[in-house]
């Protein structure tokens, strides 16, 4: 069973960075994982953030973070990252990461998830 653990978000002000991490364990060969990370914002659905393919030639990032978002991987550390720039109130949420077998498409679908990691942007 492949578990997820996020970890790096916090409280920063706009226009600061965050690179939040999330690191699979419990399974096998990380890099046959489609990754992605999504967020959900109080009263709001969960909703797409960026993703990437098992293949890592794929990415797909929401149009509200194109630019300023970058999602990657290492896999000697069976982590992935997604880096955040520029960052802003409406990014505030919880950010999970998801993770799928040999999954080619980015924005899912995924069957592994974390619990998430809270962030929080002020103005």
């Known amino acids: 069973q492949v578990q997820l653990v996020e970890s790096g978000g916090g409280l920063v002000q706009a226009g600061d960075s965050l690179r939040l991490s999330c690191v699979a364990s419990?399974?096998?060969?990380?890099?046959?994982?489609?990754t992605g990370w999504f967020r959900q914002a109080p009263g709001q659905e969960r909703e797409f953030v960026a993703g990437?393919?098992?293949?890592?030639?794929?990415?797909d990032y929401a149009d509200s973070v194109k630019g300023r978002f970058t999602i990657s991987r290492d896999f000697g550390k069976s982590t992935v990252y997604l880096q955040m720039n520029s960052l802003k109130p409406e990014d505030t949420a919880v950010y999970y990461c998801?993770?799928?077998?040999?999954?080619?498409?980015?924005?899912?679908?995924?069957?592994?998830w974390g619990q998430g990691t809270q962030v929080t942007v002020s103005s």
């Open positions: 998801a993770g799928s077998w040999m999954s080619a498409q980015p924005r899912g679908p995924y069957t592994y």
């Open positions: 990437l393919s098992w293949t890592g030639d794929r990415t």
């Open positions: 419990g399974g096998t060969f990380f890099g046959r994982y489609g």
